[in-house]
């Protein structure tokens, strides 16, 4: 069921509420979740859906994918296809920043993506965008807690894909890592053309 703009503020404001106060993660107690008006339009065609904020990118900015070089090589990927983040909304597969005892960024868990799962499902729901682009493994495996799916992102990376009613592209995550060691920049360039692909299939 379609909501109004008027709703739709209103339950993305109840659920950034909610998630603040979430403490359900043991390891992450006393970080904050990432999610506010400042995560993009909530009239968005296009979700992006990373891992987690980074600690020295959205858990230092309180942007996603900013303030750190995931961010800036993101800019640049999403530059090319002529899409301003005042055009998208930008979250992440766990809320708060995962990070190891010396304090370094790691992966979450299972555990900690199973608890953030239903907050993912309610920004979906809410925002109820055309298009979903997951950025790298742990994203594309957070949408089969919402609606199962069999793709993998290295046969499924660049391709659009239908899911709960709308479409899919999973992508690499924009790290300097990944770039470096899986998905070089202008692989990465083309694979963001599908995302373009997608919303225009969706005018």
Do not use: K
């Not at 909501?3 to 659920?15: G, H, K, S, V």
């Not at 999403?78 to 005042?86: A, E």
């Not at 009613?165 to 999973?170: G, K």
Request: hydrophobic residues 40%; positive net charge; contains cysteine.
């Amino acid at each position: 069921m379609r909501i109004c703009n008027e709703q739709r503020d209103r339950l993305f404001a109840a659920l950034v509420t909610e998630a603040a106060q979430c403490r359900l993660c043991p390891a992450m107690a006393e970080r904050t979740a990432v999610l506010s008006c400042r995560n993009g339009s909530v009239q968005a065609r296009v979700m992006f859906i990373a891992e987690a904020p980074g600690r020295q990118g959205g858990d230092r900015t309180r942007v996603p994918l900013s303030g750190d070089q995931s961010g800036r090589n993101f800019e640049r990927f999403i530059h090319s296809i002529n899409l301003p983040r005042t055009d998208i909304f930008i979250t992440n597969a766990v809320l708060c920043n995962p990070r190891t005892v010396t304090g370094a960024n790691r992966t979450p868990t299972d555990c900690e993506a199973a608890n953030c799962a239903d907050f993912l499902r309610r920004q979906i729901e809410i925002i109820d965008p055309p298009v979903v682009a997951t950025l790298g493994r742990v994203a594309l495996a957070a949408l089969r807690r919402i609606e199962y799916h069999a793709l993998s992102l290295r046969e499924a990376v660049g391709s659009v894909h239908e899911w709960n009613e709308r479409l899919l592209v999973p992508l690499y995550h924009p790290s300097p890592q990944v770039l470096a060691s899986h998905r070089r920049e202008a692989a990465q360039l083309r694979d963001y053309r599908q995302v373009a692909r997608a919303l225009g299939c969706n005018r």
